[in-house]
């Protein structure tokens, strides 16, 4: 028998509280039930976008929101800005190519920062360009991006929408779309949300909807104009994930009752104590401005990052993630989002030095954890 620990950036672990409620018996979707549960998750998800417009639910994993962020906002040959830098940027561009958009791209060394005056002159040196498309958060790298900067830029381009990727981002740290102004935020469940895969979100704003209306690529299952004027009556275009929809009213219950700023707080603690341990490890920090969402770091000379993050979930049960592509190998990563809490750090890096121990890693035995403990005692 062996515990395990799931600290993962997606899926991550569910609270009790949200798996019960998801085991209930179904109930009909087009039921008054049913309208009491979309009411309050439609008031509890502008909440957490930050938003007074709707906050659009969708029956698929995160890219399902991604891929309608195109669909829905642009036309074929309009052009794009795409800010690519890891795995999920590449994303962005991809779904642009399918759909015959013009991506422009904004290519930067995968773990750097952006910095956003680069977006400005992009903007400017392309006449013409429709949408810039980003990541809050580039889990592949543990990168933060300067969506605030980006978006005061952005905002001052008519005819031009901010998409940002946000499905490791919106619940972790700030994000508010209307006072940013960010156009389209995306989210997704089993993030920060606590929650299965299975539901996208998409907040959208007032500019937005004015793109949607001139929006000429093809769309049906994921037809944004029509998925609003059902969710403003309660309702869906098509059978919706009941059961996830009723978890997600529990979690946003809980994200609600601690309160967003605590829970802003407690994610910049946490992903901080991880950082502070892997460097009192003698470890670097991946990401020249690190995520609060997911810590990557860099495996130390001569041993391979692929075996740490394997080690750890093989023998000692802490489930993080590897690195992907180019950084295979070189770094692994451990994630403080959702359900995450001041001990799962704590596990995290006891596992951590359980396994850098078997790997031959000369260190301080306990060094990791008394600076993790140290820096998480106020919370
Ligand atoms: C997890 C993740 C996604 C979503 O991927 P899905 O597998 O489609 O849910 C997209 N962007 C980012 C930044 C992510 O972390």
Redesign the pocket.
Same mark, same amino acid.
């Given at each position: 028998m062996q515990k395990r620990y799931l600290l993962a950036?997606?899926p991550t672990t569910i609270p009790p509280e949200v798996l019960l409620k998801m085991a209930e018996p179904i109930i009909h979707h087009r039921n008054p039930l049913f309208e009491e549960v979309l009411e309050e998750v439609r008031q509890n998800l502008k909440y957490l976008f930050g938003t007074k417009n709707e906050v659009l639910i969708f029956a698929s994993?995160? &890219?399902g929101a991604?891929e309608g962020a195109v669909t829905n906002m642009l036309s074929p040959g309009d052009k794009a800005i795409c800010i690519r830098s890891g795995k999920?940027g590449e994303?962005w561009a991809n779904i642009c190519k399918a759909y015959g958009v013009e991506s422009i791209n904004i290519d930067l060394p995968w773990g750097d920062d952006l910095d956003p005056g680069l977006v400005e002159r992009t903007l400017k040196e392309n006449p013409g360009i429709k949408a810039v498309y980003m990541?809050a &958060?580039? &889990?592949s790298t543990g990168v933060r991006f300067p969506v605030k900067e980006v978006a005061a830029i952005v905002k001052n381009y008519p005819d031009t929408i901010l998409v940002v990727?946000g499905? &490791?981002g919106v619940g972790v740290f700030e994000l508010p779309m209307d006072e940013w102004g960010i156009d389209v935020l995306v989210g997704?469940s089993?993030?920060a949300l606590m929650l299965p895969?299975g539901l996208a979100f998409a907040g959208v704003s007032d500019k937005a909807w004015e793109f949607n209306k001139t929006s000429k690529i093809p769309k049906f299952y994921f037809n944004w104009q029509k998925e609003l004027s059902n969710l403003q009556k309660n309702q869906t275009n098509f059978t919706p994930a009941i059961s996830l929809i009723v978890g997600l009213r529990e979690s946003l219950r809980m994200i609600k009752a601690e309160g967003l700023e605590n829970i802003y707080r407690k994610f910049d603690i946490l992903a901080n104590a991880t950082r502070e341990a892997a460097k009192a490890l003698g470890l670097k920090i991946f990401a020249k401005t690190p995520s609060p969402a997911v810590t990557a770091i860099v495996a130390p000379d001569g041993i391979d990052g692929q075996a740490i993050y394997k080690t750890m979930w093989k023998k000692y049960g802490v489930t993080g993630a590897g690195g992907q592509d180019q950084l295979k190998g070189k770094i692994f990563r451990i994630a403080t989002l959702g359900y995450a809490d001041k001990y799962d750090v704590i596990t995290a890096i006891a596992a951590l030095e359980f396994t850098l121990r078997d790997l031959g890693y000369k260190f301080e035995m306990g060094k990791g954890v008394a600076k993790a403990v140290d820096c998480l005692k106020d919370l």
């Open positions: 950036p997606g994993s995160g &890219t991604m999920f994303r990541q &958060t580039e &889990t990727d499905i &490791t997704g089993q993030k895969p």
